[in-house]
């Protein structure tokens, strides 16, 4: 009888310890009795009556994602897939509803979601679905809270982490964004050659108001140097036609003198012949004889004028 006894004990032992059993963290255990629902156990270590009682499943109880991608049209009949993300978390006080009400919570908050954006992405043109995510995200958050509060289940965030146009759509958009930067490129690459422009302009007429004042200068200064060679001449006994006749042959041979001067020169005076001197000099006075006579003739003939009106 002894040797029965210990196997029962053994099996009685196993028993028993087959009805303790531990609940993770952030967990809650569901326990049935006969098939009808007992209680909920929550982190920690609990005992069931082996036989009678069983866990019926476990219910996380951490924060959890549920990514779902949506395809529909715009208002601007372009169509998009949207990637939604929804955050959420089994409320603890009713993990009963959350374990009995839903047969896969996953799968309804997938309907919510499409039923939301479907609704609302047709609203917005392209460009406002990406302006506007944030709007969507906001609709898509408040209508699943209203609808998964029921059930044990409180939507924590839902945003819209990305936002894709069909690929010719995407191309298209590419080429505007490009071709809108090269407009943008040219323009300043215009306005960079107008001041180049504008600004040689000036730098080219302030060379040539300072090149004109500088032969001003010259000949200004080249006047007086004439004025004063005269006036010593003059000095001397030798009139101003005379005087302005030798400045000009003097002028010559130094010009032939500084070009025998530049053994790599290539320009050449004309006329240089030795007669030159002499034959400008003729020509000058001559011209000067002329110009003096014409000179002296129409002041007679202004005189004239003025005493036959004065007889009248």
């Known amino acids: 009888m002894g040797y029965l006894l210990i196997p029962l004990v053994i099996f009685g032992i196993i028993i028993l310890l087959s009805g303790i059993f531990t609940v993770k963290q952030q967990t809650s255990a569901v326990v049935e009795?006969?098939?009808?629902?007992?209680?909920?156990?929550?982190?920690?270590?609990?005992?069931?009556?082996?036989?009678?009682?069983?866990?019926?499943?476990?219910?996380?109880?951490k924060i959890q994602q549920l990514d779902?991608?949506?395809?529909?049209?715009?208002?601007?009949?372009?169509?998009?897939?949207?990637?939604?993300?929804?955050?959420?978390?089994?409320?603890?006080?009713?993990?009963?509803?959350?374990?009995?009400?839903?047969?896969?919570?996953?799968?309804?908050?997938?309907?919510?979601?499409f039923d939301v954006v479907r609704a609302e992405v047709p609203k917005m043109k392209l460009d406002d679905v990406f302006e506007?995510?944030?709007?969507?995200?906001?609709?898509?958050?408040?209508?699943?809270?209203?609808?998964?509060?029921?059930?044990?289940?409180?939507?924590?965030?839902?945003?819209?982490?990305?936002?894709?146009?069909?690929?010719?759509v995407k191309e298209a958009m590419n080429r505007i964004n490009a071709a809108e930067r090269e407009k943008v490129a040219a323009e300043y690459e215009a306005e960079a050659e107008r001041i180049k422009i504008v600004a040689k302009a000036r730098a080219e007429a302030e060379s040539k108001r300072?090149?004109?004042?500088?032969?001003?200068?010259q000949r200004r200064e080249i006047a007086r140097g004439l004025e004063e060679s005269v006036d010593v001449l003059n000095n001397v006994g030798i009139n101003s036609q005379e005087?302005?006749?030798?400045?000009?042959?003097?002028?010559h041979y130094d010009t032939l003198q500084s070009i025998g001067e530049e053994t790599n020169s290539n320009l050449i005076?004309?006329?240089?012949?030795?007669?030159?001197?002499?034959?400008?000099?003729?020509?000058?006075?001559?011209?000067?004889?002329?110009?003096?006579?014409?000179?002296?003739?129409?002041?007679?003939?202004?005189?004239?004028?003025?005493?036959?009106?004065?007889?009248e």
Not at 33 to 57: C, T
Not at 243 to 251: K, R, Y
Not at 270 to 275: A, E, G, K, R
């Open 68 to 113: 779902v991608i949506v395809e529909t049209k715009t208002k601007d009949d372009v169509f998009v897939r949207l990637k939604i993300s929804v955050q959420f978390q089994v409320i603890k006080e009713k993990v009963y509803d959350a374990f009995y009400k839903l047969e896969n919570p996953h799968d309804q908050i997938t309907s919510y979601v």
């Open 243 to 251: 005087a302005s006749a030798l400045i000009v042959v003097t002028q």
């Open 33 to 61: 009795r006969f098939g009808k629902f007992l209680s909920i156990r929550n982190s920690g270590l609990h005992f069931k009556i082996p036989i009678f009682d069983r866990i019926a499943g476990r219910i996380n109880l």
């Open 210 to 217: 300072l090149q004109g004042q500088g032969i001003a200068d």
């Open 132 to 168: 506007r995510k944030d709007d969507i995200a906001i609709a898509v958050k408040r209508e699943l809270n209203e609808a998964m509060v029921d059930y044990g289940y409180d939507i924590i965030k839902t945003l819209v982490t990305d936002i894709d146009p069909d690929l010719q």
């Open 269 to 311: 005076l004309l006329p240089n012949s030795p007669q030159a001197g002499s034959e400008m000099l003729n020509n000058m006075v001559a011209s000067f004889t002329a110009s003096n006579q014409i000179g002296e003739a129409m002041k007679q003939n202004n005189s004239n004028k003025a005493k036959k009106k004065k007889e």
